[in-house]
């Protein structure tokens, strides 16, 4: 089979024929029909991961993965109703099934997680073996293109906007500010407008293309942050929004300039999730932070719940899509395109 393997960190991976993966008797063996590019496929190749996770090569890449069964493993329960052809998503996040987070359904921080397309096994390749319960099936008639990106881009924004909502600081008379409008970011602005309860999004980039596709989305205004101060930014949100502070921040980038002016602008009892990583450090003052009791979260990826749900909006057709389609054969040059920063929308690969 077709498949993109990093053989050494630093250099692009080599698009090879490698033999059709084994699978185990509780997994099912899927064609991969769709697989979406994330900014942590580049940074797993440049090596960030490395001083936290050093995975040995060869790295099957590709993380946001959708396809159809192709064949099932021998003790997969009956009752679990897979069936050969059936359209599924790969849930990421493969847990050992016994940990506390694991039992309450967070595999995805499970101390001993595997995931695909950070190790042997990915979703730039034609199969794919997957544990059963890392599958949910979908409606056949959603395109493949879209829901690659809905297993992360369009995951990872929900699943930090639900924290949002459950820590108290959406509503009707909240401001949330969505930081960077690129593939996470744009699905982050539907989702403060699903979630937030009357909140007010704000999408926060520098890049007028990514704003304009914000805007498609729902943001109720945005702000072209690129060589403002934050007291000239504060000024402008007061008269979008009629405060200059924002109640709730979710960020898609992790930048750690941007990360600077999201804090000046945390309000009072602010809560900050971020999902980014675009930087590895942060140096922020102490004082606001305590004085105003303000909250910053890491939220990472999502669950096998917090998927079901987003494919359930999906299906009910609430999630607007902004997709870049490309070939197998495109791997290399779309990687280097996200790499500076000059994919607009969500790139995905399709068989
Ligand atoms: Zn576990």
Known sequence: MKAARLHEY??????????????QPDEILVNVKACGMCRSDVQLIDGYFRKYADIPPPITIGHEITGVVSK????????????EGE????????????????????THICPNVRWP?????????????????????????????????????????????????DG???????????????????????YGKLLGSGAKVVCFDRNPQKLNIATQCGADHVINDKDKSSGDIANELNQAVG????????????????????????????????????????????????????????????????L??????????KIRHNIKLFKFAEINENLDLLRSGDIVGRAVMKF
Request: net charge negative; proline share 7%; with cysteine.
């Open 10 to 23: 630093g250099k692009a991976p080599v698009l090879e024929d490698i033999p059709v993966p084994d699978f």
């Open 72 to 83: 099932i493993g021998s003790i997969v329960p009956k009752v679990s109703g897979f069936k």
């Open 87 to 106: 359209h599924v998503v790969v849930a990421p996040g493969w847990g050992d099934g016994t940990c506390r987070h694991c039992q309450v359904g967070n």
């Open 117 to 165: 397309g950070f190790g042997p096994v990915g979703g730039f390749a034609e199969f794919i073996p997957v544990p059963a319960r890392y599958l949910i099936k979908v409606d056949s008639r959603l395109k493949f293109e879209e829901l690659a990106p809905l297993t992360d881009a369009g995951l990872t924004p929900y699943r930090g906007i639900k924290i949002l909502r």
């Open 168 to 190: 108290g600081a959406l509503g009707p008379d909240r401001v949330l500010g969505v930081f960077g409008a690129g593939g996470l970011g744009e699905y982050a602005v539907q």
């Open 243 to 306: 405060q200059k502070d924002l109640d709730a921040i979710m960020d898609c980038a992790g930048a750690p300039e941007m990360m600077q002016l999201a804090f000046s602008l945390l309000a009072i009892s602010g809560h900050y999730v971020d999902v980014g990583m675009v930087g590895d450090r942060i140096d922020i003052p102490l004082w606001p932070r305590v004085r105003r009791e303000q909250t910053f979260q890491g939220s990472y990826w999502g669950s096998n719940t917090d």
């Open 308 to 317: 079901s749900d987003v494919i359930a909006l999906a299906a009910e057709n």
